[in-house]
């Protein structure tokens, strides 16, 4: 085990620095806060040797074992329990160096997965309440970048084109019909570009929709093939393209999505992750996806998550803003334009008491 004392100037930053130095596995032993004479905090922290962040910042995985079917299922679960047990202990050892007071808002938002060192900044700027909600609503970002919403189909600036990407069975192809159908509804003349050619029976679905929005749809099964669709509906306010959901790790994915841009054109991205996932894929899952150009996050499937602070969590990491949000399978409707206030609430009424 390796102990460090960190001296800070506020606990919240002796907890990034201990997350920098140590991992996220570190666990802090104790704490004392010497504002009142020297103006520092010190903070002791220990990780396990064995839990130490490598070179690339993540863990070294254990040596492996003959491990088969059930054996494996068993292990996870008990991996999920140890995982809630330290969690536990970490939620412990951060209420000790929060002030008196402020432990019961660091609780309500550890009940909303809000990451433990985000959650500790929030309560150090937010003594009730209410003045949590400001601190979040302050942090989020539903901005309008291009001057423009994301839903502002006006097409004062020209018409848009608009990529929807992000891990398998994330939503993308439904949200694109949704997106579609609110362009209809609103008088715009849509058309779907489909690059999903990777997936049986994908593009039936994507056909499927178009056809009962009465929308035209191509299929492209690469950039060329895409530039010459998008020319094709040249005279449409407003192209959704449906890409292929496929694993992020996998570079040659990431590749081909990058040579789209190659083609010059304007085309707004926008990353859609959904919110009933692990909080630590969410956040794996956005590293893989940085080195293309997004524009927004989108968080789909809001309706089947049990705590939305991921939400917050991936905002404050990522520093995009949120388009819209989707809350269910329905098409058209279950899609919400929110700005920083109402995703605050959203995030904040979810989770458990
Ligand atoms: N509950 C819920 N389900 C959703 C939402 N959006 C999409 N789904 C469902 O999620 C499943 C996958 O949706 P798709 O739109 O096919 O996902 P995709 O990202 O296109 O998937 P791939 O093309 O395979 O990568 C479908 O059953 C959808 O009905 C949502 O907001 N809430
Ligand atoms: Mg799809």
Same mark, same amino acid.
């Given at each position: 085990m390796k102990i460090k004392k960190f001296q800070a100037r506020s606990f919240s930053e002796a907890l990034t620095c201990i997350k920098r130095e140590l991992g996220d596995n570190a666990l802090i032993m104790s704490s004392e806060d010497k504002s009142a004479t020297?103006?520092?905090?010190?903070?002791?922290?220990?990780?396990?040797?064995?839990?130490?962040?490598?070179?690339?910042?993540?863990?070294?995985?254990?040596?492996s074992s003959q491990t088969h079917g059930s054996d494996i299922s068993e292990l996870k679960n008990e991996i999920r329990s140890l995982r809630d047990s330290v969690e536990a202990v970490r939620n412990m050892t951060c209420e000790l160096i929060l002030p008196a007071g402020r432990k019961k808002l660091f609780q309500f938002l550890r009940g909303r997965s809000i990451r433990e060192d985000f959650a500790v900044s929030l309560v150090e700027r937010a003594q009730e309440l209410e003045d949590l909600e400001t601190a979040m609503t302050d942090d989020m970002d539903c901005s309008r970048p291009f001057g423009r919403g994301p839903w502002d189909l006006s097409c004062r600036h020209g018409r848009r084109i608009l990529m929807l990407i992000g891990p398998t069975g994330a939503g993308k192809t439904t949200t694109v019909a949704k997106l579609a159908s609110r362009a209809v509804k609103e008088g715009k003349k849509a058309a779907i570009i489909g690059l999903d050619t990777f997936k049986v029976g994908a593009m039936e679905q994507i056909r499927i929709y178009a056809n009962m929005l009465g929308v035209p749809v191509e299929v492209a099964s690469n950039a060329e093939d895409m530039k010459m669709s998008i020319k094709k509906f040249s005279g449409r306010d407003i192209l959704l393209i449906d890409t292929t959901g496929q694993n992020p790790r996998d570079g040659e994915y990431i590749?081909?999505?990058? #040579?789209?841009?190659?083609?010059?054109?304007?085309? /707004?991205?926008?990353? !859609?992750? *959904?919110?009933?996932?692990?909080?630590?894929?969410?956040?794996?899952?956005?590293?893989?996806?940085?080195?293309?150009?997004? #524009?927004?996050?989108?968080?789909?499937?809001?309706? /089947?998550?049990?705590? !939305?602070? *991921?939400?917050?969590?991936?905002?404050?990491?990522?520093?995009?803003?949120?388009?819209?949000?989707?809350?269910?399978?329905?098409?058209?409707?279950n899609i919400e334009f929110v700005d920083n206030k109402k995703l605050t609430n959203i995030i904040l009424r979810t989770g458990s008491a």
């Open positions: 020297r103006s520092y905090v010190e903070v002791t922290a220990a990780v396990d040797y064995d839990m130490e962040p490598n070179e690339s910042g993540a863990y070294s995985p254990p040596p590749k081909n999505l990058k #040579d789209l841009y190659r083609t010059g054109l304007p085309i /707004e991205t926008q990353l !859609l992750l *959904s919110a009933s996932s692990d909080g630590e894929f969410l956040m794996e899952t956005q590293k893989h996806y940085s080195p293309l150009p997004v #524009d927004y996050i989108v968080f789909t499937k809001t309706d /089947e998550a049990v705590k !939305l602070g *991921s939400i917050y969590n991936l905002c404050r990491v990522y520093k995009k803003p949120v388009a819209y949000i989707t809350t269910g399978q329905r098409v058209p409707g």
